[in-house]
T-cell receptor
Framework: GAVVSQHPSWVICKSGTSVKIECRSL??????MFWYRQFPKQSLMLMAT?????????EQGVEKDKFLINHASLTLSTLTVTSAHPEDSSFYIC?????????????FGPGTRLTVL | SQQGEEDPQALSIQEGENATMNCSYK?????LQWYRQNSGRGLVHLIL?????REKHSGRLRVTLDTSKKSSSLLITASRAADTASYFC??????????FGTGTSLTVIP
């Protein structure tokens, strides 16, 4: 199956710093990538939908100036958590959908655990 | 919120028994997928069922989809201790957005 990687897998940072998380589709081109956040013992919450070459679409309640998404190529999307605070500590997961259209399954990255001190 | 709901929230069964989880969703969908997640780990894709399909099998997994009721079920037969995990349904809607259900935590007791 298709492979999606995330980097880093785990990051610890100080409050106020910015953290960039990369999501890459390794063996296919992803027109659409999704970013999710998961708090402990909760489900994944969709944060934003990212289409290559266009601005991301953010879900209600997600601050676009705080969570900057860049989908610069068909294999790479980045999520930057700006001025991180302890409440941003979470498990961030990306997924990618290929070019073939509506019946494609989502391919998920392994997730990035962010801890803000 | 377009997040779907799953029930039960938690399920505890003996090894060898069957486990059934239900998922309800809110919008028209293109497909529905089931995932499992072990504690603190990434997602594992289990099965995808398209909106024009009603039932699908994969090994010990059986998934049904009722689009008129906007619901799906996942049946795991002959459960094993290794099946202990959280299970999530996720729907791809006609707007190409992907939403997860609230999840079911399954514990299989050896």
């Amino acid at each position: 199956g298709a492979v999606v990687s995330q980097h880093p897998s785990w990051v610890i940072c100080k409050s106020g710093t910015s953290v960039k998380i990369e999501c890459r589709s390794l063996d296919f081109q992803a027109t659409t990538m999704f970013w999710y956040r998961q708090f402990p013992k909760q489900s994944l919450m969709l944060m934003a939908t990212s289409n290559e070459g266009s601005k991301a679409t953010y879900e209600q309640g997600v601050e676009k100036d705080k969570f900057l998404i860049n989908h610069a190529s068909l294999t790479l999307s980045t999520l930057t958590v700006t001025s991180a605070h302890p409440e941003d500590s979470s498990f961030y997961i990306c997924s990618a959908m290929g070019l073939a259209g509506v019946y494609n399954e989502q391919f998920f990255g392994p997730g990035t655990r962010l801890t803000v001190l | 919120s377009q997040q779907g709901e799953e029930d039960p929230q938690a399920l505890s069964i003996q090894e060898g028994e069957n486990a059934t989880m239900n998922c309800s969703y809110k919008t028209s969908i293109n497909n529905l997928q089931w995932y499992r997640q072990n504690s603190g780990r990434g997602l594992v894709h289990l099965i995808l069922i398209r909106s024009n399909e009603r039932e699908k099998h994969s090994g010990r997994l059986r998934v049904t989809l009722d689009t008129s009721k906007k619901s799906s079920s996942l049946l795991i037969t002959a459960s094993r201790a290794a099946d202990t995990a959280s299970y999530f349904c996720a729907t791809l809607n006609t707007g190409n957005q992907f939403y997860f259900g609230t999840g079911t935590s399954l514990t299989v007791i050896p």
